[in-house]
Nanobody
Framework: QVQLVESGGGLVQDGGSLRLSCAAS????????VAWFRQAPGKEREFVAG????????YYTDSGKGRFTISRDGAKSTVYLQMSSLKPEDTGVYSC?????????????????WGQGTQVTVSS
């Protein structure tokens, strides 16, 4: 079992930055893909960024490419999402998720483990 706990959300102005953290416990993340998803009110959950824990490969969708950076800290078993140039449309609940395997999934259903989510609100 993997437990995931997010932190770092909050209220930020248009153009601001935030760093989200996803702390993992329970077992090693070796062989896992860890991803960040977000869900805005009335919208489906969408993939934002992912990282291969063992190899460090990173994955982004167009919505975050160039503005968001995903990284990991093995010593802390933590995945980070550095977000800059935030826009009001980035508002939503951001959740981290993990699944075992080398292939990233951009859909949420293959991910077995989820955190509780952290709210990000970008004001205009």
């Amino acid at each position: 079992q993997v437990q995931l706990v997010e932190s770092g959300g909050g209220l930020v102005q248009d153009g601001g930055s935030l760093r989200l953290s996803c702390a993992a416990s329970g077992r090693s993340l070796s062989g896992f893909i860890v991803a960040w998803f977000r869900q805005a009110p009335g919208k489906e959950r969408e993939f934002v960024a992912g990282i291969s824990w063992s190899y460090g490969r990173t994955y982004y969708t167009d919505s975050g490419k160039g503005r968001f950076t995903i990284s990991r800290d093995g010593a802390k078993s933590t995945v980070y999402l550095q977000m800059s140039s935030l826009k009001p449309e980035d508002t939503g609940v951001y959740s981290c998720a993990a699944r075992y395997g080398d292939d990233v999934s951009y859909a949420p259903s293959p991910y077995n483990y989820w955190g509780q989510g952290t709210q990000v609100t970008v004001s205009s």
